[in-house]
């Protein structure tokens, strides 16, 4: 009797069995067809997933391939012209799984499975049902990738579409295998291609700041990198420093040469290779907060001249695909080795090109006119000081001689500049009248010899002009005796226009010491003058460097304007900028008497804006430039007042309302001030203050606001909420303590008229 079994497998097939069979056949010749065609890996994937999505008839397919190097199966699809690229983790999800196990897997609820991952289709809005997915296998067993169907459009996937969907992307695994090959080789070959190009370009590159945005860049290509940076040693400060950084908006770095990672690897000489930054207490998260970029990988090597000097260090952050490997360390130390010479070169390029921006910026920036002479007499250089005081170009004298420049009258200078250039001896003229073109100045003249310290040779001579005229003479005398833009302005013929008064629109500044009183008892009159001269020098530069004119010193006081005489076109902001800069370098002064264990102290100033009066006042023996009025008057009560509400700068309505620039001010009060009958409201100005000597500033400004619009409504809890809230966050807010005990008076003492929030100072 024949058995069952051989029955069945001699059995012939069906119609229905034989078209089947042919169909896959079909298939999978198809499959090989398109294959031996593809030149590409990306060509490969595409035509798997339109073929396995059509004879599975689902909507969509995916070819995932391993990355051994990161741990990731990762696919590709064309975007317009542009080829994108999707990765997971090759324990991720069902595609992890079969990749892990080797098991192809049909799931007929892909949300009732664990092992589903989800977070593809809540970010595209596609709904997965159902998948089939299998793993790609070589020849001889290993497993490549995955190929994954999902949603069959009629019913589930079947045995039968998992063993055809094996059977094709079995049949394109050796394709699949060559083409990754090629593709590697290509990769690597592309890398080694563009490696020698930019070595043979760096040898040709000079420019040191070019040069180093170009390696920085390639760096960061070839390593895949998100950073890079080349730090120099620089010698002369015993740093390192980069004036470039990919990935970042750097113009300069620098920091000492022993800080951080890459001080480490610079004092060592030793390459480091940190898979986890934050884990290694030589790094110095500081650029991270203040960049806001986040370091989670360093491979940083030493930079080595053919002395073997270490002169920088290489580093590069955040591998895009992982930690760097071994591999990546020595071939950026082959790199590092390459641009060695080039940097050191480029560096000492960069340093001779420095110098020589900076005697040319010294030379132009000099008030004092400066000629070089070669050896034999021919203008070299000179400075715009030059073209000034004789109001010729620098280009019709370069190139001449000076001897014809000087003319008849000027033989002396010749024979003085031989006989300089003999004896190599400065000498000095004072007083001289010299004539240049034929334009005669009277200047103190100084004739050096220029001589090269390498060899002792003469290089030619040097001329330093000081013009000494007439007019020059008189404003430097007249600007000791009074402000020296009006002395200017006499000079030029306004003296009438200033000897009279003038009414005009102005920003009045009053400053006055806190704690002076102590230093007067304790320091005695020489130690008191020496402590004031010393703070009116720093005080006097923050007006005067905002083109604000000082009017008076009274006392310890001081009393400053802003827009006269010279109006400008945002006088307050400029009296705001002052004061704040007042404020600020009188906290680092403090600093400095506070170590050398001195006395300190802290100032008020006050600020209003208003139409006032100038002009010389006084006797026909004594007159004084000065400014009266009353805006004069109110800003000297606001100074006054801020002790009274415990603030540095305080300013009047009239001046907030005209400034052009944005500041961090509170509205502080409706008050009127001594002496006065009309309401002022009265802003604080608070740009001095830092995050740690004014914490949580801007929440502090809310609840201020909110308790000061209680305040005035007469909602004494509500205000003192707002205000206890403000002392909460910020406990040395002496401001919202004083509203805070002003608002419990009212309380207790309830006011007998209708309250409009207007307070009386009674004091000055």
């Not at 470039?244 to 004092?267: D, H, L, M, Q």
């Not at 590069?316 to 490997?325: C, E, I, R, S, Y």
């Not at 200017?488 to 006055?512: H, K, N, P, Y």
């Not at 609840?703 to 305040?711: L, N, P, T, V, W």
Request: net charge negative; aromatic share 6%.
């Amino acid at each position: 009797m024949t058995p069952p079994e051989a029955d069945t497998l001699t059995r012939p097939m069906t119609e229905t069995q034989r078209a089947a069979a042919l169909r896959r056949t079909e298939v999978l010749l198809e499959v090989t067809r398109k294959c031996a065609t593809m030149t590409q890996i990306d060509g490969v994937l595409a035509m798997l997933v339109e073929l396995t999505s059509r004879e599975l008839n689902c909507d969509r397919g995916t070819l995932f391939l391993n990355d051994p190097k990161t741990g990731e199966l990762y696919s590709r699809f064309a975007q317009g012209s542009q080829s994108q690229e999707i990765r997971i983790l090759n324990t991720s999800g069902i595609a992890g799984e079969v990749f892990q196990t080797g098991q192809s897997l049909m799931v007929e609820d892909a949300y009732a499975d664990p092992r589903f991952n989800s977070t593809v289709d809540q970010r595209t809005g596609y709904r997965t049902r159902n998948i089939v997915c299998v793993p790609v296998r070589t020849p001889l067993g290993q497993i490549i990738g995955v190929m994954q169907n999902i949603n069959k459009h009629e019913g589930d996937f079947t045995a039968e579409d998992v063993s055809l969907l094996e059977e094709m992307t079995s049949q394109a695994t050796v394709f699949l295998q060559s083409l990754q090959s090629i593709e590697e080789i290509e990769q690597v070959r592309a890398k080694e291609l563009a490696f020698l190009s930019m070595i043979s370009e760096i040898s040709s590159e000079v420019d040191l700041t070019r040069l180093l945005q170009r390696v920085v860049a390639e760096t960061v290509r070839m390593f895949e990198a998100e950073r890079a940076t080349i730090f120099i040693h620089d010698k002369a400060t015993d740093t390192l420093f980069s004036m470039f950084s990919a990935g970042g908006k750097v113009n300069e770095i620098r920091f000492p040469s022993s800080a951080g990672i890459a001080g480490t690897v610079f004092t060592s000489g030793q390459s480091l290779n940190i898979p986890h930054a934050y884990a290694d207490l030589r790094f110095n998260p500081s650029f991270d907060r203040q960049t806001g970029f986040f370091t989670r990988c360093i491979l940083c090597v030493p930079i080595i001249n053919k002395q073997g000097e270490v002169i920088g260090v290489t580093q590069v952050l955040n591998k895009k695909t992982g930690a760097f490997t071994d591999k990546d360390e020595q071939q950026l130390k082959t790199f590092t080795g390459q641009i060695a010479i080039a940097l050191e070169n480029s560096k000492l390029f960069d340093d001779v090109q420095r110098m020589k921006l900076y005697n040319e910026s010294v030379l132009q920036s000099m008030s004092n006119g400066v000629i070089t002479l070669d050896p034999l007499g021919k203008v070299i250089t000179c400075n715009q000081a030059i073209e000034r005081i004789w109001a010729c170009k620098a280009a019709a004298v370069q190139g001449q001689l000076l001897s014809d420049l000087l003319g008849e009258t000027g033989g002396w200078i010749i024979e003085r500049i031989e006989k300089v250039k003999e004896e190599r001896i400065s000498d000095i003229f004072p007083d001289a009248d010299v004539a240049l073109s034929g334009v005669h100045k009277s200047v103190n003249l100084t004739i050096m010899p220029l001589v090269s310290e390498s060899d002792d040779s003469k290089l030619g001579s040097m001329l330093m002009v000081e013009d000494i005229s007439s007019e020059k003479r008189m404003k430097s005398t007249m600007s000791r005796y009074m402000d020296p833009v009006i002395a200017a302005q006499m000079m030029d013929g306004d003296a009438l226009d200033l000897l009279g008064g003038v009414s005009a629109e102005a920003t009045i500044m009053f400053t006055d010491v806190r704690g002076f009183t102590t230093i007067t008892e304790e320091y005695g009159a020489q130690g008191t003058v020496s402590f004031l001269n010393e703070y009116f020098s720093l005080m006097v530069d923050c007006i005067t460097a905002q083109g604000g004119m000082l009017d008076k010193f009274i006392g310890d006081a001081i009393m400053a304007c802003f827009g006269l005489p010279m109006p400008h076109d945002d006088d307050p902001d400029r009296a705001a900028r002052a004061a704040i800069n007042m404020i600020r370098t009188l906290w680092e002064w403090n600093a400095q008497r506070r170590d050398k264990g001195l006395k300190t102290v802290d100032m008020g100033v006050g600020i209003h804006t208003d139409n006032i009066v100038s002009g010389n006042i006084g006797s026909p023996k004594r007159m004084d430039y000065t400014v009266i009025g009353d805006g004069v008057n109110l800003a000297s009560r606001l100074e006054s007042a801020c002790k009274a509400y415990s603030a540095r700068i305080l300013a009047s309505e009239t001046t907030v309302a005209k400034f052009n620039g944005t500041y961090r001010m509170r509205d502080i009060d409706l008050v009127v001030v001594k002496g006065k009958t009309a309401p002022v409201r009265v802003f604080e100005m608070l740009d001095y203050h830092d995050a740690q000597s004014f914490p949580a500033m801007r929440d502090v400004l809310g609840h201020f606001d909110d308790g000061m619009i209680a305040y005035r409504a007469a909602r004494w809890d509500e205000a003192i909420a707002r205000f206890e809230k403000c002392l909460s966050l910020n406990p040395g807010d002496g401001l919202s303590r004083t509203y805070v005990d002003r608002c419990r008076a009212m309380q207790a003492n309830p006011p007998t008229q209708a309250w409009d929030g207007v307070w009386v100072m009674k004091d000055k």
